[in-house]
C-alpha cells in the first residue's frame, strides 16, 4: 500500500476494540485491515501505524476533484481523459477519479499485493463499485517503474498519494519521489496542459521549489482536515504542464 498518512493524522482509538478483517506480511512489513468497534468504519494500519480509514476521506477526494478541475479545464467535450494513480489504498480517490464522467481509463499502481486483493475479494465495500468499473486497470508494482514504462505523454492526470510527504518518509527510498528526476520523468509523460498533484501531510518548500523548477505553473494547497477534536493541515501540490 503506497498511501500514509502523518502520525498527528491518526485517531486515538483503542487497538483492542478492533478486530481484524485481514492481515498480510510483505517486504515493507505487516498491513492490516481492521473494523473499529466504535463506528464500525474499516481502518488500514502498517506495521502498527494508521494509515486511513473509510470516515475521513476529503484528503483522498480533494486529491482527484483539484488535479481533474485543472488539467480539464476547457477540454473539448468527449476528448480522452487518462488518469494514472498511484496508490489504491481504501480507494476513495479512484471512486473520485470514476465520478467525473471525462475520464475513460483510470490506472491504478499499487506496490502491496493484498490490498489489491482485498479490494477484489470485497473485503472494502465502500468503494467496490469504483474497483470493478471497466476503466479500471490496476498494476501491482512501484508507481516509479510503472511510470517508466509508459509512453511520453500518455497521461493527463498523475495523482501521487504514495508517502507522507518528502518531511515525513515511511521508507527512505521514498525520497526519490520528490526529486527532480523523477518529477521530470512525471512531466515527460504528461499530456500538454497535463496535471500532476502529490499529497503531503505537511508544507515543503523545497518539494514546492523543485516543482517551480520542472513545471511553469505549480501551487500549494492547504487542506483544513478535522479528526474528532483535532485539527490539521494537509497540502496538495500542483503543477500543469505547459509547452
Known sequence: MEMFRAPEAAADVNAAAHSRVATATSERGEVVLLRRGDDGALELRVNGVFVMDTVHTSSERLLATTALTASLAGRAPGAPVRVLIGGLGLGFTLQEVLADRRVTAAHVVE????????????????????FGDKRVEVTVGDVREVLARLDPTSVDVLLLDVDNGPGFLVHDDNAGLYRREFLELCREKLVADGCLAIWSAGPSAELESMLGAVFADSQQVAIPVVFGERATTYHLYIARKHV
Open 111 to 130: 506496490i502491496e499485493p493484498a490490498v489489491v486483493r482485498w479490494h477484489q475479494e470485497g473485503l472494502v465495500p465502500d468503494t467496490a463499485g469504483a
